[in-house]
């Protein structure tokens, strides 16, 4: 028999046979935190998780890490395993921006379905507000931006957003109101999750009454700068059974990637932002043979209120150029038909990449979500973006194993 | 009283010298772009291998843009990442060239509030340093 060439197929038949999951999840607390530098959060959400697992720091054979912005290193992975004193079968450091904590779980799950690990500690934590450096800082307004051919013309990490925000304005003839809608829904979340940064009443007016720092975007529309960690654990059903852990697994269903560009220089238009998306979106439902018709929750990478609108369309949850009347329409608030980002998302709760998404995800599949918790989920879908809507991974979560 | 030239104290362009041709071209108030000789097509940014699909060419002309196009989209920044925009407000746009390539760029002479998408701009170059003369665009009158 002539060899077969792995597909998507391979890998549900994978998950399916394996029943990956999330056995455990730790969030410190979130805000300005002076004094506790970027490798204490790591231990302390890491010390979260394995307590929420009911595992022993040795049962963990695998260390996913992704990167600092205050304490940079060539090799974070190990350089954590080392400062926890963890000895890994397998490590890695995943550093693809905003879409690294989605993909920490799929790099996990692709360690365990390879036999590389069977407990993989999956973990960021940064003292971004506390720690970072004026340089840092600078460093991290220009990130985003070609260094020879777009930040010497001004252009900031907001403003390629913005840039972005402008143009989808325009093609969907939509109003700024249809942005600062998500932020107001975002604190609406944050208010009712503890362990949350900004939670001071915010309105529309105050919004559209705010400075513009990048037209059409103010402030509100940018996500927050905070302090703090997060820590999630994959393992097998078999394995979470074989060490009597507390928790039943969150199961993973799907998972997917898709390109757009690096520098908007390279963007030709909305459509191929749309289909970087989709790609990264079909590829986690084809895995876990479903539609977005099966998501009950829904988190979206929330670091600027555009990407939530771009998302929302390019997974096809709601059609092209109507994410922005949707979300007017208040249909992300956590009691609507849409329940979206229930944790406050980067623009309320705290800004660590979409490792907050993914916890208030296993949350709401355990029913764990307090005052937040959407009625009886069963299928979460979680979507990260790195870059200005460049690079994009979903996964999707259930309380129930593949099947 | 020095007749010195005022330092140029926003960013500069962080160099690669694949991309020489393109800022010696500005310098002389010229905008260049590199041409694929495997595909014939434009393309922008400048780089050290075309990034058309199936191409892996490195050998490149460099052409003369008409430096006519149009606003694709546009913000007005009202602040900028260093200190030395303090105080001013200015347009980051992108522009969509004839030749059918994008630029990052601002919109210069004229009133920020004023850009509109689909607006149409020509190139003007603004001389920063002895070393690096910018390609920036003004609405077409």
Request: aromatic share 8%.
């Amino acid at each position: 028999m002539s060899a077969q060439i792995p597909n998507i197929e391979d890998t549900r038949e994978l998950l399916k046979k394996n029943q990956i999951g999330i056995v455990g999840v730790g969030e410190t607390e979130q805000g300005k935190i002076p004094g506790k530098s970027s490798f204490h959060f790591l231990s302390e959400a890491s010390k979260l998780a394995i307590e929420d697992a009911g595992l022993n720091k040795s049962d963990v054979d695998g260390v996913i890490t992704a990167f600092s912005l205050v304490e940079e290193t060539f090799m974070h992975c190990t350089t954590f395993a080392d400062y926890i004193g963890i000895n890994p079968k397998y490590f890695e450091s995943v550093a693809i921006g905003g879409a690294t904590a989605v993909w920490m779980t799929a790099a996990a799950a692709m360690a365990i379905n390879s036999g590389q690990a069977e407990v993989v500690l999956c973990v960021r934590g940064d003292n971004t507000l506390s720690g970072i450096s004026s340089t840092g800082m600078i460093a991290l307004i220009r990130e985003m931006c070609h260094g020879e051919f777009e930040y010497p013309f001004g252009l900031t990490t907001p403003g390629g957003y913005a840039l972005m925000a402008q143009r989808y304005l325009h093609e969907s003839q939509g109003k700024r109101e249809h942005l600062a809608s998500v932020a107001v829904t975002m604190r609406q979340h944050a208010q009712m999750k503890e362990n949350a940064m900004n939670k001071d009443d915010l309105t529309m007016d105050d919004i559209m009454g705010a400075r513009l720092l990048a037209s059409p975007l103010t402030k509100f529309d940018c996500s927050i700068i905070s302090d703090g960690g997060a820590a999630f654990i994959v393992t097998t059903a078999a394995k979470a059974k074989e060490l009597g852990l507390k928790r039943d697994p969150i199961y993973l269903h799907g998972m997917g990637q898709g390109f757009s560009h690096q520098y908007l220089t390279s963007c030709e238009d909305l459509d191929q932002i749309y289909g970087a998306i989709q790609k990264s979106g079909d590829k986690a439902f084809k895995t876990a043979g479903m539609s977005n018709q099966n998501v009950d929750i829904t988190f979206l990478y929330d670091c600027f209120t555009i990407t939530t609108l771009l998302e929302l369309e390019g997974l096809g949850i709601v059609p092209r150029g109507q994410a922005g009347a949707a979300a007017l329409e208040g249909r992300l608030h956590k009691d609507a038909d849409i329940p979206l980002n229930t944790n406050g998302g980067l623009l309320s709760q705290a800004h660590l990449g979409a490792m907050h998404h993914v916890v208030e995800a296993v949350l709401q599949l355990r029913g764990e979500a307090g005052d937040r918790q959407v009625k009886d989920p069963n299928v979460a879908l979680v979507h990260g973006n790195g870059g200005i809507v460049s690079a994009h991974s979903t996964i999707l979560l259930g309380n129930e194993p593949l099947s | 009283m020095s007749e010195e030239k005022i330092e140029y104290a926003k960013p500069l362009p962080d160099f690669r010298p694949e991309t020489k041709p393109f800022w010696e071209g500005t310098k002389q108030h010229k905008l260049l772009l590199p041409k694929c000789k495997d595909t014939g097509k434009v393309f922008f940014y400048p780089r050290a291998i075309s990034p058309f699909p199936g191409s892996v060419n490195m050998d490149f002309d460099w052409v003369e843009s008409t430096g006519k196009g149009k606003v694709w989209t546009y913000s007005v920044h009202y602040m900028g990442p260093t200190k030395a925009y303090k105080g001013e407000t200015y347009v980051v746009a992108m522009v969509e060239l004839e030749d059918g390539v994008k630029m990052m760029s601002n919109i210069v002479d004229c009133d920020p509030e004023s850009v509109t998408i689909g607006m149409e701009v020509e190139v003007v170059f603004e001389d920063a340093t002895e070393e690096v003369t910018f390609a920036k665009f003004k609405p077409v009158q």
